[in-house]
Antibody, heavy 124, light 107 residues
């Protein structure tokens, strides 16, 4: 069973870059067939997919955030990371990392394991 | 973008009773529909995928139905651990979109 844990600063100033890391256990992030995603939930709102990185390192981002998002991986630490630049108060949210394993039919946006989430507040 | 609409927003149910949650898609998602359970401070948990297939380890009291644009999640006899927020999500097309959630609370 894949387990994920988010970590990073809980408070970021406006215009700065939000950075979060997801530590993975139970699977290697470089193992074939895995997609590693970031998802966020604004206070009182629904869930929004941000982007993913495939085990090969290929990335795909939500068009609405693409200009500000970078997802990368560190295979030596079995972690993947999110950077969101030029943040505003509207980026205040709980951020989740999640995984998808594609063993047969592949749906990268079907998330079979999630982290507990990390609240990031954008405020001066 | 496919918009997912869940109803009701809140469902008050007594333990042991049956609960039925609804989810509607703004266009057909075939059977590419998932349900997640989310408790405060915990990781969301995949319950159902393919509209009606229970994920590994999910009790049989959880069942999903529907296809196209109309879907239901039924909890046949609510247990104390089932009080949570439930989200539907379509993964039929790009990005996968979620509903706003249904909170199942103790009556």
């Amino acid at each position: 069973q894949v387990q994920l844990q988010e970590s990073g600063p809980g408070l970021v100033k406006p215009s700065q870059t939000l950075s979060l890391t997801c530590t993975v256990s139970g699977a290697s992030i470089s193992s074939g067939g895995y997609y590693w995603s970031w998802i966020r939930q604004h206070p009182g709102k629904g869930l929004e997919w941000i982007g993913y990185i495939y085990s090969s390192g290929i990335t795909y981002y939500s068009p609405s955030l693409k200009s500000r998002v970078t997802i990368s991986q560190d295979t030596s630490k079995n972690q993947f990371s999110l950077k969101l630049s030029s943040v505003t108060a509207a980026d205040t949210a709980v951020f989740y990392c999640a995984s998808t394993y594609c063993g047969g039919d592949c749906y990268p946006h079907l998330f079979d394991s999630w982290g507990q989430g990390a609240l990031v507040t954008v405020s001066s | 973008e496919i918009v997912m609409t869940q109803s009701p927003a809140t469902l008050s149910v007594s333990p042991g009773e049956r609960a039925t949650l609804s989810c509607r898609a703004s266009q057909s998602v075939t059977s590419n529909l998932a349900w997640y359970q989310h408790k405060p401070g915990q990781a969301p948990r995949l319950l159902i995928h393919g509209a009606s297939t229970r994920a590994t380890g999910i009790p049989a009291r959880f069942s999903g139905s529907g296809s196209g644009t109309e879907f239901n999640l039924t909890i046949s006899s609510l247990q104390s651990e089932d009080f949570a927020v439930y989200y539907c999500q379509q993964y039929n097309n790009w990005a996968g979109t979620f509903g706003q959630g249904t909170k199942v609370e103790i009556k």
